[in-house]
């Protein structure tokens, strides 16, 4: 027999007490062997000193208490040398017991469930609530989408919420001083609610058109589904500005323009061939570690990966086939495929067109009657005469005329294949093998790296949809909303109004200028340069447009820092220091960042495992949602703890458990607005965020989540089953579990029947009397539009059925995007790629700012920005000592081995790098950078990341009466100092970031999780912030800033040092006016509307008076 003396001694006090569940419910071989023959002990030790995977997770039953062996102890030999540590067992190895409360990690877009291990054992031993503490952050093995497992950044929760930085308390600018100048004083929510509170009822109770677009709520990262846009919709503002425009515009016109969709939804796991654009889903994209998996699970059933991206990413790097492609020219490949699917035929003679699909489900019928239409593609020479007739016979045939000059050799030219144009020949074999199982992604890269970006997204899906792909089949692509659910901001019937706001009738120019009726998404990018702009605005108020606004009352970035992560950052500093222009900025974010530092008042909302959300995104053919707890307050409720005011419940349970002065934007925005925007409810906004159940008060957290799961049928059925006693059963059930599945396994939702009861279509939640639905000439299904008036479709009869259809006017796909034409499009109204020289001088629009036609020097190169990192936090935020460790702030410029040879340029080499427009021809300054030679980037394309090059202007703030000093990102931003004029801005490191946080490593938050502090090594002196140095360059159709830049590059000279940038940001103004000025076709005399009304605006819901508009002459 093993002695096994020292577990057994302690047996006492381990079985004291409920009984241990220790990673497991089956006893480990070993050291339990002596034990279990002993019937009451067997019974009560449910313990197992190690999972058997590491995929293991306690049974959800045993979440609110869980007990496992200390981490920290199992280098002493866990149990079996120490025993359990207990009243007779000091040494023995210390037991943690646990609440895992589910939430949702915040650090990227695909909102992987997550679970916080809150140590509640020590707090039932002394009653004290600050001894609750998130032990570590895991997933959540019942979320569907992510399965349970999270890649570095859900792991790294944990660091962001003890991090020594963090603002513990609301902050307010010093009276007296200026914005920018560091100087801080103590408030209070309180306080800060009502200044503010008083800004905005002020505003708003002007009452007229302006008043109405002076609110503007930016949020970039909402990572939340609707919540954020009812704030300014609440008001009657049209106030909210997104990030959107900066991130992935571009792929979302294209999608719109097929489909009438946010973006494409793959079905990764049974895909057949996988085709990236970039390495976005595989490593650094959407939706990271979720899509990962997937494509992993393809790939272990014998799916092909193939990466087109001019930088060897990490996905490039384990593909199948890596593409690398001049920027900017990837629509050139896309048509060449389609050219050979339309000319060739496979090894039996048949077509490779799937026509049973694009026949049904593609609008060819349209295109073939519009003459007009095809007199233009005549004249522009896509194809020599007008089809004799409107069959889709001869509709194929005129394709293959239009797309056979993609060729090969074109393709090799344009696209700088030059040396491995095999490769194509291989693509094509992997694209027919695959059938209609091809899965992508079209999201950022060449979408929002270039102008006409958006025609990739256009030309891509194109040879999908020839092959069938496009269905939403199997292995297939499908689309957002066929797999997203958005409730966050529809909990209206908690409310005293018990409805939503209505519509909006007011137009924001400085969201929505009128030189982009199209764009996607708000024109965000080019805020401060449209404020500033006095001439533009002058130029639309003699065309009518008389209340464009000057400034703003009140400005409110929420999960975005302008200043750093957009183009021509300086402009942004600039309008923000001018309280003319903005008046009152604040920023909810417990962090510090480049553009808080610029506001008025920074108040502390919290991170993932902080906070209220529900989210949901479309990883996979499944209809999924996730819901973020506060996991302090969650075990302080499930611990007997009750809040004073049930309306300020999370503040109040952080302040509580020793986090510090932290809210959640659900209750602070219904908190704020009850009581000091409009407090006696003059102004119509108290009632939609009053409670129903006391309207005295806020609505609060369950009865807000109670109302807004109450959409989810199926959800609503199980949670009434499974909490018949609960007042609110949805919420507690999500509380409880995290996420939820409401629908699975969904293809091809567009064949779904039209509902009919009776005599009335049902569509959209509303019903149509049989009698008043027409049909047109190609099968649509029409109602009258009571809102926009004309007519809307609700459906489409496909093969002699009567189904929901697509999205779109027509109720298919649309190659031919009739409403684009009409929009003053047309030669773009198909996929299409200039064909040769002259073609890109007449389709500029469609021609990337870094075509290789203008590289005329040998130093001159595209420099490819957009990649993202895997480390990268999406909000921005360089609070997570681990993840940063990874980065280290470090951003090179990657250069192709023979060009640096060519240079004279060698590894680690300071390099300038000056950035030129290609539109004016004018210079914007240069960042000096880290060169790295490789040949992970293709041959006169360099590669330098915009996601780093973090900068901070002092290391930490004195608050005037605080004991301590308030640190500012130590763990991420070097130090910097700062020049501006007004015309020329500069920036030049003076010290690491090692050196600012050894010298207050004795941090005072947290010190426990911190004591590590000392080992930063690292000066995060590495990287530049190029941010500042690019212009603006709106395309002018999507509306998106085309990230990519001409440059060109020569050694650093003497006094130059890595990190240092020089900006022309008076040039940065023109470059922008050009691309505005000579690239877009405006809104036009005569022109009654802003914008196609069926293009769904997002955010404010908007009624047919804002839409409306009469440009004169």
Same mark, same amino acid.
């Given at each position: 027999?093993?002695?096994?003396?020292?577990?057994?001694?302690?047996?006492?006090?381990?079985?004291?007490?409920?009984?241990?569940?220790?990673?497991g419910?089956?006893?480990?071989?070993?050291?339990f062997?002596?034990?279990v023959?002993t019937p009451?002990?067997?019974?009560?030790?449910?313990?197992? !000193?190690?999972?058997?995977?590491?995929?293991?997770?306690p049974?959800?039953?045993d979440?609110?208490s869980?007990?496992?062996?200390d981490?920290?102890?199992?280098?002493?030999?866990?149990s079996?040398r120490?025993?359990?540590?207990g009243?007779?067992?000091?040494?023995?190895?210390?037991v943690n017991?646990?609440?895992?409360?589910?939430?949702v990690?915040?650090n990227?877009?695909?909102?992987c469930?997550?679970?916080?291990?809150?140590?509640?054992?020590?707090?039932?031993?002394?009653?004290?609530?600050?001894?609750?503490?998130?032990?570590?952050?895991?997933?959540?093995?019942?979320?569907?989408?992510?399965?349970?497992?999270?890649? #570095?950044?859900?792991?790294?929760?944990?660091?962001?919420?003890?991090?020594?930085?963090?603002?513990?308390?609301?902050?307010?600018?010093a009276?007296?001083s200026?914005?920018?100048e560091?100087?801080?004083v103590?408030?209070?929510?309180?306080?800060?609610?009502?200044?503010?509170?008083?800004?905005?009822?002020?505003?708003l109770?002007?009452?007229?058109?302006?008043?109405?677009?002076?609110?503007?709520?930016?949020?970039?990262?909402?990572?939340? &589904?609707?919540?954020?846009?009812?704030?300014?919709?609440?008001m009657?503002?049209?106030?909210?500005?997104?990030?959107?425009?900066?991130?992935?515009?571009?792929?979302?016109e294209?999608t719109?323009?097929?489909?009438?969709?946010?973006?494409?939804?793959?079905?990764?796991?049974?895909?057949?061939?996988?085709?990236?654009q970039?390495?976005? $889903?595989a490593?650094a994209?959407?939706?990271?570690?979720?899509?990962?998996?997937y494509?992993?699970?393809?790939?272990?059933k014998?799916?092909?990966?193939?990466?087109? @991206?001019?930088?060897?990413?990490?996905?490039?790097?384990?593909?199948?086939?890596w593409?690398?492609?001049?920027?900017?020219?990837?629509?050139?490949?896309? +048509?060449?495929? !389609?050219?050979?699917?339309?000319?060739?035929?496979?090894i039996?003679?048949?077509?490779?067109?799937?026509?049973?699909?694009?026949?049904? /489900?593609?609008?060819?019928?349209?295109?073939?009657?519009?003459?007009e239409q095809?007199?233009?593609?005549v004249?522009?020479g896509?194809?020599?005469?007008?089809?004799?007739?409107e069959?889709?016979?001869?509709?194929?045939?005129?394709?293959?005329?239009?797309?056979?000059?993609?060729?090969?050799?074109?393709?090799?030219k344009?696209c700088?294949m030059?040396?491995?144009?095999?490769?194509?020949?291989?693509?094509?074999?992997?694209f027919?093998?695959?059938?209609?199982?091809?899965?992508?992604?079209?999201?950022?890269?060449?979408?929002i790296?270039?102008?006409?970006? /958006?025609?990739?997204?256009?030309?891509?899906?194109f040879?999908? $949809?020839?092959?069938?792909?496009?269905?939403?089949?199997i292995?297939?692509?499908?689309l957002?909303?066929?797999h997203?659910?958005?409730?966050?901001?529809?909990g @209206?019937a908690?409310?005293?109004?018990?409805?939503?706001?209505?519509?909006v009738?007011?137009?924001?120019?400085?969201?929505?200028?009128?030189?982009? %009726?199209?764009s996607?998404?708000?024109?965000?990018?080019i805020?401060?340069h449209?404020?500033?702009?006095?001439? /533009?605005?002058?130029?639309?108020?003699?065309k009518?447009?008389?209340s464009?606004?000057?400034?703003?009352?009140?400005?409110?970035?929420?999960?975005?820092?302008?200043?750093?992560i957009?183009?021509?950052g300086?402009?942004?500093? =600039?309008?923000?220091?001018?309280?003319?222009?903005? =008046?009152?900025?604040?920023?909810?974010?417990?962090?510090?960042?480049?553009?808080?530092?610029?506001?008025?008042?920074? +108040?502390?909302?919290?991170l993932?495992?902080?906070?209220?959300?529900?989210?949901?995104e479309?990883?996979k053919?499944?209809?999924?949602?996730?819901?973020? &707890?506060?996991a302090?307050?969650?075990?302080?409720?499930?611990?007997?703890?009750k809040?004073?005011?049930?309306?300020r419940?999370?503040?109040? !349970?952080?302040?509580?458990a020793?986090?510090?002065?932290?809210?959640?934007?659900?209750?602070?925005w219904?908190?704020?607005?009850?009581?000091h925007v409009? %407090?006696d409810?003059?102004?119509?906004?108290?009632?939609?965020?009053?409670?129903?159940?006391?309207?005295?008060?806020?609505?609060?957290?369950?009865?807000?989540?109670?109302?807004?799961?109450?959409?989810l049928?199926n959800?609503?059925?199980?949670?009434?089953?499974?909490?018949?006693?609960?007042?609110?059963?949805?919420?507690e059930?999500?509380?409880?579990?995290?996420t939820?599945?409401e629908?699975?396994?969904?293809?091809?939702?567009?064949?779904?029947? +039209?509902?009919?009861?009776?005599?009335?279509?049902?569509?959209?939640g509303h019903?149509?009397?049989?009698?008043d639905? =027409?049909?047109?000439?190609y099968?649509?299904?029409?109602?009258?539009d009571?809102v926009?008036?004309?007519?809307k479709?609700?459906?489409?009869?496909?093969?002699?059925?009567?189904?929901?259809g697509f999205?779109?006017l027509?109720?298919?796909?649309?190659f031919?995007?009739?409403?684009?034409?009409?929009?003053?499009?047309?030669?773009?109204?198909?996929p299409?790629y200039?064909?040769?020289?002259?073609?890109?001088?007449?389709?500029?629009?469609?021609?990337?700012?870094?075509?290789?036609d203008?590289?005329?020097?040998?130093?001159?190169?595209?420099l490819n920005?957009?990649?993202?990192?895997p480390?990268?936090?999406?909000?921005?935020?360089? &609070?997570?000592?681990?993840?940063?460790?990874?980065?280290?702030?470090?951003?090179?410029?990657?250069?192709?081995?023979?060009?640096?040879?060519?240079?004279?340029?060698?590894?680690?080499d300071?390099?300038k790098?000056?950035?030129? @427009?290609?539109v004016?021809?004018?210079?914007?300054?240069?960042?000096?950078?880290?060169?790295?030679?490789?040949?992970?980037?293709?041959?006169?394309?360099?590669?330098?990341?915009?996601? #780093?090059g973090?900068?901070k202007l002092? &290391?930490?703030v004195e608050?005037?009466?605080?004991?301590h000093?308030?640190?500012?990102?130590?763990?991420?931003?070097?130090?910097?100092?700062?020049?501006?004029?007004?015309?020329?801005?500069?920036l030049k490191p003076?010290?690491g970031?090692?050196?600012?946080?050894?010298?207050?490593?004795?941090?005072?938050?947290?010190? =426990?999780?911190?004591?590590?502090?000392?080992?930063?090594?690292?000066?995060?002196l590495?990287?530049?912030?190029?941010?500042?140095v690019?212009?603006s360059h709106?395309?002018?159709?999507?509306g998106?800033?085309?990230?990519h830049?001409k440059?060109?590059?020569?050694?650093?000279?003497?006094?130059?040092?890595?990190?240092?940038?020089?900006?022309?940001?008076d040039?940065?103004?023109?470059?922008?006016q050009?691309?505005?000025?000579?690239?877009?076709?405006?809104?036009?005399p005569?022109?009654?509307?802003?914008? %196609?009304?069926?293009?769904?605006?997002?955010?404010?819901?908007?009624?047919?008076?804002?839409?409306?508009?009469?440009?004169?002459?």
């Amino acid at each position: 027999m093993k002695n096994d003396n020292n577990f057994i001694e302690s047996r006492r006090s381990f079985l004291k007490g409920t009984a241990y569940s220790v990673a497991g419910a089956t006893l480990a071989a070993g050291v339990f062997e002596t034990i279990v023959d002993t019937p009451s002990m067997a019974q009560d030790s449910t313990f197992t !000193a190690t999972p058997e995977t590491l995929s293991f997770y306690p049974p959800f039953e045993d979440w609110d208490s869980f007990k496992e062996l200390d981490g920290n102890d199992w280098k002493r030999g866990g149990s079996g040398r120490n025993g359990i540590r207990g009243e007779d067992n000091p040494d023995g190895i210390k037991v943690n017991e646990f609440m895992l409360v589910p939430t949702v990690c915040s650090n990227c877009e695909a909102q992987c469930g997550l679970t916080a291990w809150v140590e509640v054992g020590e707090y039932k031993r002394t009653k004290n609530p600050k001894d609750l503490f998130v032990k570590k952050y895991m997933g959540n093995p019942l979320h569907a989408g992510s399965r349970g497992r999270n890649c #570095a950044k859900g792991y790294a929760t944990q660091s962001q919420m003890y991090d020594p930085d963090r603002i513990p308390f609301p902050l307010m600018r010093a009276p007296g001083s200026k914005r920018g100048e560091g100087k801080w004083v103590r408030t209070t929510w309180d306080e800060a609610m009502a200044k503010i509170g008083k800004k905005m009822h002020d505003t708003l109770k002007v009452g007229d058109e302006m008043s109405r677009k002076l609110i503007m709520y930016h949020v970039g990262r909402p990572n939340e &589904n609707g919540f954020g846009h009812r704030v300014p919709h609440s008001m009657g503002c049209d106030g909210y500005d997104s990030h959107t425009n900066i991130c992935s515009a571009g792929a979302r016109e294209g999608t719109i323009q097929w489909a009438n969709d946010d973006r494409n939804s793959p079905d990764w796991a049974n895909a057949k061939l996988i085709f990236l654009q970039s390495s976005h $889903a595989a490593d650094a994209g959407h939706y990271f570690q979720q899509s990962a998996g997937y494509i992993a699970d393809a790939r272990r059933k014998g799916a092909k990966l193939v990466v087109m @991206d001019p930088r060897m990413s990490n996905s490039a790097g384990m593909a199948d086939m890596w593409l690398p492609v001049w920027p900017g020219t990837e629509a050139a490949l896309y +048509l060449h495929l !389609a050219n050979r699917i339309l000319n060739e035929k496979d090894i039996h003679g048949k077509d490779l067109v799937n026509h049973a699909f694009f026949k049904n /489900w593609v609008n060819w019928d349209q295109l073939m009657t519009d003459k007009e239409q095809l007199a233009l593609m005549v004249s522009k020479g896509y194809m020599k005469q007008v089809p004799q007739d409107e069959s889709y016979e001869s509709f194929i045939e005129m394709l293959k005329e239009i797309y056979s000059p993609y060729t090969r050799e074109f393709v090799i030219k344009e696209c700088r294949m030059e040396g491995y144009g095999h490769k194509l020949d291989e693509l094509f074999d992997m694209f027919i093998d695959a059938g209609d199982r091809i899965s992508t992604y079209l999201w950022r890269a060449g979408t929002i790296g270039h102008r006409g970006g /958006w025609m990739n997204t256009r030309s891509g899906f194109f040879p999908l $949809a020839l092959r069938g792909a496009m269905a939403g089949n199997i292995g297939g692509v499908g689309l957002h909303h066929w797999h997203v659910i958005s409730v966050n901001g529809k909990g @209206d019937a908690a409310t005293e109004a018990g409805e939503r706001p209505p519509r909006v009738d007011v137009w924001n120019e400085i969201a929505w200028p009128p030189e982009y %009726p199209l764009s996607t998404y708000e024109m965000s990018h080019i805020m401060p340069h449209l404020l500033l702009d006095d001439e /533009w605005r002058n130029k639309w108020k003699a065309k009518g447009l008389n209340s464009i606004p000057e400034k703003l009352a009140v400005w409110i970035p929420r999960m975005y820092n302008p200043v750093w992560i957009n183009p021509d950052g300086f402009r942004w500093i =600039e309008a923000l220091k001018r309280e003319d222009k903005i =008046e009152l900025a604040f920023n909810l974010s417990p962090t510090w960042s480049e553009t808080n530092w610029y506001c008025d008042f920074v +108040l502390p909302v919290g991170l993932a495992g902080e906070r209220h959300d529900q989210s949901s995104e479309p990883t996979k053919p499944a209809r999924w949602l996730s819901f973020k &707890n506060p996991a302090l307050r969650v075990a302080l409720e499930k611990l007997g703890w009750k809040p004073k005011d049930p309306a300020r419940a999370t503040l109040e !349970a952080h302040i509580t458990a020793g986090l510090g002065e932290i809210w959640e934007e659900v209750e602070f925005w219904a908190n704020i607005m009850v009581h000091h925007v409009d %407090p006696d409810g003059s102004l119509g906004v108290r009632k939609f965020w009053a409670s129903k159940e006391d309207p005295s008060r806020a609505v609060t957290i369950p009865e807000w989540y109670q109302a807004a799961f109450d959409k989810l049928p199926n959800l609503r059925k199980t949670a009434k089953l499974k909490y018949p006693d609960s007042k609110y059963p949805n919420y507690e059930m999500m509380r409880d579990m995290g996420t939820w599945l409401e629908e699975d396994h969904i293809f091809r939702p567009q064949e779904r029947p +039209l509902k009919k009861v009776g005599d009335k279509y049902i569509a959209h939640g509303h019903e149509y009397d049989e009698s008043d639905v =027409e049909k047109d000439e190609y099968g649509t299904l029409l109602v009258e539009d009571h809102v926009f008036g004309g007519m809307k479709p609700i459906g489409v009869e496909v093969d002699g059925k009567i189904v929901q259809g697509f999205h779109t006017l027509s109720g298919k796909l649309e190659f031919y995007c009739k409403w684009f034409a009409e929009w003053k499009w047309p030669e773009f109204a198909i996929p299409i790629y200039p064909r040769n020289a002259q073609e890109r001088k007449d389709m500029v629009q469609l021609v990337t700012q870094v075509h290789h036609d203008f590289m005329q020097k040998d130093n001159e190169f595209a420099l490819n920005t957009v990649f993202r990192l895997p480390y990268n936090i999406h909000t921005r935020s360089v &609070n997570s000592k681990h993840l940063m460790e990874i980065s280290q702030n470090h951003n090179p410029v990657w250069i192709n081995t023979e060009d640096a040879k060519r240079l004279g340029i060698k590894r680690e080499d300071p390099i300038k790098v000056t950035i030129t @427009d290609t539109v004016s021809g004018l210079e914007s300054g240069y960042f000096i950078a880290m060169a790295v030679p490789t040949e992970g980037t293709m041959p006169g394309v360099l590669a330098c990341s915009h996601h #780093a090059g973090r900068w901070k202007l002092k &290391n930490a703030v004195e608050i005037p009466g605080f004991e301590h000093k308030l640190g500012v990102m130590g763990l991420g931003a070097p130090l910097y100092d700062m020049t501006m004029d007004g015309k020329i801005g500069t920036l030049k490191p003076t010290e690491g970031l090692d050196e600012g946080m050894q010298a207050r490593r004795d941090t005072w938050q947290f010190k =426990e999780y911190n004591r590590d502090l000392d080992n930063i090594w690292w000066d995060g002196l590495s990287g530049s912030w190029q941010n500042a140095v690019a212009p603006s360059h709106p395309d002018p159709i999507a509306g998106n800033h085309a990230w990519h830049q001409k440059v060109s590059i020569e050694k650093a000279g003497p006094g130059d040092k890595i990190g240092d940038i020089y900006v022309n940001y008076d040039n940065n103004m023109k470059v922008y006016q050009a691309w505005r000025d000579k690239l877009t076709r405006p809104l036009a005399p005569g022109d009654k509307l802003r914008r %196609p009304v069926h293009m769904k605006r997002p955010a404010v819901p908007l009624s047919l008076k804002a839409y409306s508009v009469d440009i004169k002459g």
